[in-house]
């Protein structure tokens, strides 16, 4: 009798032993995934930057006369600039908002910060003509180059800018969710893009 007591308790021990060895396993395991997970995501931590590069010359002309006599007395004033502008459309994802609960296995995705657009103008004189009756002064041309600035914005594909970014976004993000899916673990996605993402990477 005790001979067979002894036996099932050692196979109890055993299963117990066996049991606790491979809970250890796993919970190195875990950590080791979740130690990978939270790598890859600080990795992700820069900027996405779509960027267009844009070049105009911008023309201002102005003439004074005495009335009735613009035909024999006309005093003319032109200026021309050349504008450049960079145009940058940027996530910043270290702003982003990622949650790793290592218990379950799962990754929450909170937040993605908003599309910034900034353009970088840079406006010098091309050319300009006057004359000592009518001549530019520094205010005017102030004036004119913010204009000039004006000018260039509106022919900005914004639209183009804003694809460009959203796909390499949706990149990005995707990266979470292959590498939830080496490992096993659930994606819990808060953000707008969760049905997009969803369709594209599970």
Avoid: C
């Avoid at 796993?26 to 995934?33: G, H, I, L």
């Avoid at 940027?90 to 929450?108: C, G, H, M, P, S």
């Avoid at 993000?173 to 997009?196: F, H, I």
């Amino acid at each position: 009798m005790k001979k067979i007591f002894y036996i099932i308790g050692g196979v109890l021990l055993g299963f117990l032993l066996t049991y606790f060895v491979m809970k250890q396993i796993q919970n190195n395991e875990s950590t080791n995934e979740s130690h990978v997970i939270a790598y890859e995501i600080k990795k992700l931590n820069k900027m996405i930057v779509a960027e267009q590069m844009y070049s105009d010359v911008y023309s201002h002309k102005n003439s004074t006369y005495i009335p009735g006599l613009e035909d024999y007395f006309s005093f003319d004033k032109k200026v021309l600039f050349l504008v450049n502008a960079k145009v940058q459309a940027t996530y910043d994802l270290k702003k982003l908002e990622v949650k790793v609960d290592e218990e379950n296995r799962t990754i929450f995705i909170n937040k993605v910060p908003d599309l910034e657009i900034e353009t970088y103008p840079d406006v010098r004189f091309y050319d300009m003509e006057q004359s000592r009756f009518n001549s530019f002064d520094k205010d005017e041309l102030n004036k004119i180059k913010d204009r000039a600035v004006e000018h260039i914005e509106k022919t900005i594909d914004k639209e183009k800018l804003q694809k460009e970014a959203h796909a390499q976004l949706i990149e990005n993000l995707g990266e979470l969710y292959m590498l939830a899916k080496t490992y096993d673990w659930k994606v819990v996605d808060n953000t707008p893009y969760v049905k997009e993402l969803e369709v594209k990477f599970k």
